[in-house]
Each structure stands twice: as structure tokens, then as C-alpha cells.
């Protein structure tokens, strides 16, 4: 089981944000606590598609935390293969 962060830079609101999935919703949600991150900025909970929008500097302690670096194009893969 793993928790990815991609290598996407999306602005927004003076941030650049990447995206956090995992394997399993807990995964996910254990790795937001880690990063001080709110449950309610989860983006489409419960779906193939459930994620946060992490800025870049919280995306430097998801790795140091364990995360996996992957390409944005892998997280579409990643993505897919759930439906």
C-alpha cells in the first residue's frame, strides 16, 4: 500500500499545488493528519477519483513521510484502473 504525490504545478491562490492519492482511503486521510491537512479538503471523497490538493512545501514532508513520487500522467492511470 502507498500514498503518491504527483509532479503536477497547478496555481493557485499564490500556492503551487500537486496532487495526494493512495491506495486506501485511510492511507490517504493518515497522511493529511501528517501534513496538517483538514478532512473536509478532500476533493471527490468516497470515489476513484478522492484526492487532496497539496501545496509543493507539504508535498517535501509527504516524501520524507513515505509518499511515492510519481508523474501526473501516473495518477490518471492509477485513476482509471479504480472504476
Do not use: N
Not at 504527483?6 to 492519492?21: A, E
Not at 507539504?58 to 482509471?80: D, P, T
Request: proline share 4%; net charge negative; with cysteine.
Amino acid at each position: 500500500m502507498a500514498v503518491y504525490v504527483d509532479d503536477m504545478k497547478w496555481p493557485f491562490r499564490g500556492m503551487v499545488m500537486c496532487h495526494m492519492l493512495a491506495d486506501t482511503t485511510d492511507e490517504l486521510h493518515a497522511m493529511a493528519d501528517h501534513l496538517g491537512m483538514e478532512r473536509r479538503w478532500v476533493q471527490y471523497p468516497d470515489t476513484a477519483k478522492e484526492h487532496y490538493d497539496i501545496p509543493l512545501s507539504r508535498r517535501l514532508i509527504a516524501i520524507e513521510a513515505g509518499a511515492v513520487e510519481v508523474s501526473w500522467r501516473f495518477m490518471v492511470v492509477l485513476i482509471r484502473s479504480r472504476r
